[in-house]
Nanobody
Framework: QVQLVESGGGLVQAGGSLRLSCAAS????????MGWFRQAPGKEREFVAA????????YYADSVKGRFTISRDNAKNTVYLQMNSLKPEDTAVYYC???????????????????WGQGTQVTVSS
């Protein structure tokens, strides 16, 4: 089993920044591609960003490209999501996910991920 624990969410004004962290345990972290997703009230869960096992490949949703940066520290078993220039429409619960199956990270499908965290709330005020 894999446990994923997100942190770093909170309330921020539009234009501000937050950094989310996701700490993993239970399996070899460097064997997992990692992703971030988000879900706003009344909406489906949507893809935000993904990173390959050693961080050489990243992939972003168009809505966050240029504003968000995904990174990972395999020595700390942690993946990060740096969020800059936040907008009210970024308000959502943010989830990290781990994928141990092989395949490209250049996909926004949540179906390829094996484990999910409980989420952390991000609220951006206008």
């Amino acid at each position: 089993q894999v446990q994923l624990v997100e942190s770093g969410g909170g309330l921020v004004q539009a234009g501000g920044s937050l950094r989310l962290s996701c700490a993993a345990s239970g399996r070899t972290f460097s064997s997992a591609a990692m992703g971030w997703f988000r879900q706003a009230p009344g909406k489906e869960r949507e893809f935000v960003a993904a990173i390959s096992r050693i961080g050489g490949t990243t992939y972003y949703a168009d809505s966050v490209k240029g504003r968000f940066t995904i990174s990972r520290d395999n020595a700390k078993n942690t993946v990060y999501l740096q969020m800059n220039s936040l907008k009210p429409e970024d308000t959502a619960v943010y989830y990290c996910a781990a994928r141990y199956s092989r395949g490209t990270v250049v996909t926004g499908s949540p179906l390829v991920y094996d484990y999910w965290g409980q989420g952390t709330q991000v609220t951006v005020s206008s």
